[in-house]
C-alpha cells in the first residue's frame, strides 16, 4: 500500500450576506474575464441518494405534513415454540404437545396456528420406525386447549404411525406451518385473516436563504445568466449557492435523519414556539429494521453468497437488488472481481492493447444479480469523507430489493397501490408545490427582474428563502440489508 497525503480544501464560506465586505475582499478576483466560466465549485455533495431517487424515478407527492401507510405483511408465516421444549415422545405414533411464544399471539388467544393445521417438525429430532429420519414429518394440530390466554396447549398427532419425537424441540425454535390433512364431509377448519402493518413517516423542511446588500449587484464583476432568468451578477452567485446548499442539506438528511423526538422549537411570526420535525434516514431505517451483514477486513467473493440466505430469510423471490456503495467498499469489490477473474480466467480478460483494469456494473453470484451503484457523497472530504469517520461511510453498504410494495393510504381506503420500497415524498396538493420554493424579499435594493418597485421593507438590501418539505418514506425495511465493516462498530 502506498502512502498519501491528502491536502486542504479552501473554503471561506461564512454565515454573512453577500454585503460590502465580501465586495472589498472579491473585486480584484471576480472582476476579470477569466473567472465567468463557473459560479460554483460543485465539490460538496457530488451525486448522493437524492439524485439516485430522481434517477430510479421514487419521487411521490405527499399532502400532509407526515405520511401514513398500511403496509401488507406476509400472508404465510412460521411459529415459534414457547418457553418450554417439546419433550421427547418413543411411543410410535404417540402425540406431542407444546406452547407458543408470546410474540405469536394478538391480545390474548389470536395466533396464526389453528385446530387442524399441521406443523413440520425437522428430520433432526424425529425417527421412523426407530430410524433417524432423514425427512422432516408432519405432525396435525389435533386439539387446541380451551385457555383464552396465551397459555394455549397445541396437541398434534404424527401423519404416520410409525413416527416418534427421538429428540427434545428446543423452546424458541421456529417451526414451519402448513394445512392440514381433512376427511371428507367434515367440517373445516378455522379462517385466518391478514392483517396491515402501520408505518409514519414525518416530514423535514429544509430551508436556505441569501442576502445581497445594496449596490453589490451593480457593481460590474461578471456575467452569468441564470437559467430561466434575465438576472445577473451577484444574484446568480448567492441564489445558486443557496439552491447548492439546499440539495446538500437534503442529501445529508436523505442518509442521516434519525427523526426528531427531543425539544426543538422556534418562533412563529406571532412569537408562538413551533416544534420542528425530522425524517428518518435511510441509515437510521437500516440500524433499526434492516438485516445486517458485517464483513471482516476487505469485502469478498463468498460475502455475495451469504447475502441470498438473508433474501430467504424474508421470503424474497425477485433476485435483483441494488447495492449502494461507498468508495472504499467499491474498491473491494472490485479488488474481489479481480481476484476471482485472475483464479478462473488467467488474466486473459483484464486488458486490451492500450488499456487494462476492471469495471464492474453487476455482480452475479448464488442467483442473486447485484446491480451497483456507488454513492459519491460518501468520500465529500468536507463531510462524510473526513478523518474522523474512519472509513465508516466510504465502507458503508445498503442493499435494496428491486420490489415494489403494497400499500394503502388509510384502512378505509379500499384500493392498494404499489410504491417502491425506498422513495422520497414531497409535499404537493391543493395548488401550494413545496418540492422546492423560491420566494425573493425585496427591500430597497433593486434587482432587475425580481421584486420591481416593491419593497417589503426600508433595508437597502435584498434577499431570498429557498425551502423544502419533504419525507423519507422505506416500507419493508426488513427486507433489505444493512453493510457495515466489523472494524468501524
Known amino acids: 500500500m502506498s502512502t498519501l497525503a491528502k491536502g486542504t480544501i479552501s ?24 473567472v465567468w466560466g463557473e459560479l460554483i465549485q460543485y465539490y460538496g455533495p457530488g451525486v448522493g441518494m437524492l439524485e439516485w431517487l430522481y434517477a430510479a424515478n421514487a419521487i411521490v407527492p405527499i399532502q400532509g405534513t407526515s405520511k401514513t401507510l398500511f403496509e401488507e405483511g406476509a400472508l404465510v408465516k412460521a411459529v415459534t415454540i414457547g418457553a418450554a421444549d417439546i419433550a421427547v415422545q418413543l411411543v410410535a405414533g404417540g402425540n406431542i ?4 411464544a408470546a410474540t405469536e399471539f394478538t391480545g390474548t388467544d389470536s395466533c396464526y396456528l389453528s385446530l387442524n393445521d399441521a406443523v413440520v417438525i425437522p428430520a433432526e429430532y424425529v425417527s421412523d420406525g426407530g430410524v433417524a429420519c432423514t425427512k422432516p414429518e ?31 424441540v428446543p423452546a424458541g425454535t421456529a417451526l414451519m406451518v ?16 391478514s392483517g396491515w402493518y402501520h408505518r409514519h413517516f414525518v416530514n423535514s423542511t429544509k430551508r436556505q436563504g441569501y442576502s ?25 452567485k448567492a441564489s445558486a449557492e443557496a439552491d447548492f446548499l439546499l440539495s446538500k442539506y437534503i442529501n445529508d438528511e436523505i442518509i442521516l435523519g434519525g427523526g426528531i423526538t427531543n425539544t426543538l422549537t422556534m418562533l412563529d411570526r406571532n412569537n408562538n414556539a413551533v416544534q420542528a420535525t425530522g425524517t428518518v434516514g435511510v441509515l437510521q431505517h437500516m440500524v433499526t429494521a434492516a438485516m445486517k451483514q458485517y464483513y471482516t477486513l ?15 430469510s424474508q421470503g424474497i423471490t425477485n433476485r435483483g437488488v441494488a447495492f449502494f456503495v461507498g468508495s472504499l467498499l467499491q474498491k473491494q469489490i472490485e479488488n474481489a472481481g479481480l481476484e476471482f477473474l485472475k483464479e478462473f ?34 468520500s465529500d472530504p468536507t463531510a462524510y469523507g473526513i478523518d474522523a469517520f474512519e472509513d465508516y461511510f466510504t465502507g458503508l453498504g445498503f442493499i435494496i430489493p428491486d420490489v415494489d410494495v403494497t400499500v394503502r393510504g388509510s384502512l378505509d381506503d379500499p384500493a392498494s397501490f404499489k410504491l417502491k420500497n425506498l422513495s422520497l415524498g414531497y409535499k404537493n396538493y391543493n395548488g401550494e408545490n413545496r418540492t422546492r420554493i423560491h420566494k425573493v424579499i425585496p427591500g430597497v435594493a433593486s434587482i432587475n427582474g425580481a421584486g420591481g418597485n416593491i419593497a417589503v421593507d426600508s433595508y437597502d438590501d435584498f434577499r431570498g428563502e429557498l425551502l423544502s418539505e419533504f419525507s423519507v418514506i422505506f416500507t419493508k425495511r426488513n427486507q433489505c440489508v444493512l453493510v457495515q465493516n466489523d472494524t468501524v462498530l
Open 212 to 236: 445581497i446588500t445594496g449596490s453589490i449587484q451593480s457593481t460590474e464583476r461578471y456575467a452569468e445568466k441564470l437559467r430561466g432568468s434575465n438576472m445577473r451578477g451577484a444574484f446568480t
Open 298 to 312: 476487505a469485502y469478498s467473493a463468498p460475502d455475495f453468497d451469504d447475502i441470498k440466505d438473508l433474501l430467504n
Open 345 to 378: 480466467a488467467g488474466g486473459t480478460t483484464l486488458s486490451t492493447m492500450q488499456s487494462w483494469g476492471v469495471d464492474f456494473r453487476q455482480v452475479h453470484k448464488n442467483g442473486i444479480t447485484f446491480t451497483l451503484k456507488e454513492i459519491p457523497s460518501f
Open 178 to 193: 402448513t394445512g392440514g390433512n381433512y376427511a371428507n364431509g367434515v367440517q373445516g377448519g378455522s379462517p385466518k385473516s
Open 138 to 168: 408432519i405432525y396435525q394440530i389435533t386439539a387446541v386447549s380451551a385457555d383464552d390466554t396465551i397459555a394455549k396447549v397445541f396437541t398434534a398427532t404424527p401423519h404416520k404411525s410409525t413416527v416418534t419425537l427421538s429428540t427434545a
Open 11 to 34: 473554503s471561506n464560506t461564512l454565515n454573512t450576506p453577500y454585503n460590502s465586505v465580501w465586495a472589498s475582499i472579491y473585486d480584484l478576483d471576480m472582476a476579470v474575464p477569466q
Open 97 to 100: 404437545t407444546f406452547g407458543l
